[in-house]
């Protein structure tokens, strides 16, 4: 079975720019999330998809970020403009409908603002 | 104040010893729990989840979830040095709720 899938596994920026990321859950996963990992830190959940519907996005700084997941499938997460603290390894996970405790991690993104 | 709190370590054991890996939690209303592990450079594999009070063993891996002390451990038996990564602790409320802790430090010296 195919891992979650990532592209790009690394970019640089310089602030203000834009960039999207690219994500393909597992196949027939129904959730997907989005992380945001800040070195030497934790994993911060940005926001929640279940099927193509968000499920809770509170997480997500709204002025700066959007993400969506046309048809169900991969997802985009999209950051415009840049700051520097957004440098950070952005991780998606999947898992199967209703059993939220099997997330499946991809290789994550890892962004550098300069 | 941290929903999930964990010491940062570094913790180290030598080969074969028990590694204890200790995590609070702040909302009484968290229902899950889940130690990930974490290689450097890699991201997180889930090693197991709790939700009961008590011991879940799987393997050399033991979770223990004590919701009144709102405490959550991860024993690791016979450790190896593969076993040499960051373990992150996660709660889980409902939801889009999952906190995750900064994560400790763990090297098994051979």
């Known amino acids: 079975e195919a891992g979650v899938a990532q592209s790009p596994r690394y970019k640089i920026i310089e602030k203000r720019q834009s960039v999207a990321f690219w994500c393909n859950p597992i196949?027939?996963?129904?959730?997907l999330y989005w992380y945001q990992q800040i070195l030497g830190q934790g994993p911060k959940l940005l926001i929640q998809f279940q099927n193509n519907g968000v499920v809770d996005d509170s997480q997500l700084p709204k002025d700066r970020f959007s993400a969506e997941r046309l048809k169900g499938v991969d997802s985009t997460l999209k950051i415009q403009p840049a700051k520097l603290e957004d440098s950070a390894v952005y991780l998606c996970?999947?898992?199967?409908?209703?059993?939220?405790?099997?997330?499946?991690f991809g290789p994550g993104t890892r962004l550098t603002v300069t | 104040q941290k929903e999930v709190e964990q010491n940062s370590g570094p913790l180290s054991v030598p080969e074969g010893a028990i590694a204890s890996l200790n995590c609070t939690y702040s909302?009484?209303?968290?229902?899950?729990f889940f130690w990930y592990r974490q290689y450097s450079g890699k991201s997180p594999e889930l090693i197991m989840f709790i939700y009961s009070n008590g011991d879940k063993e799987d393997g050399r891996f033991t979770a223990q979830l004590n919701k009144a002390s709102q405490y959550v451990s991860l024993l690791i038996r016979d450790s190896q040095p593969s076993d040499s990564a960051t373990y992150l602790c996660a709660s889980h409320r409902g939801g889009n709720q999952f906190y995750f802790g900064t994560g400790t430090s763990l090297t098994v010296i051979p």
């Open positions: 196949s027939g996963h129904a959730t």
């Open positions: 996970a999947s898992s199967p409908q209703g059993r939220y405790y099997e997330q499946y």
């Open positions: 909302d009484r209303g968290s229902q899950s």
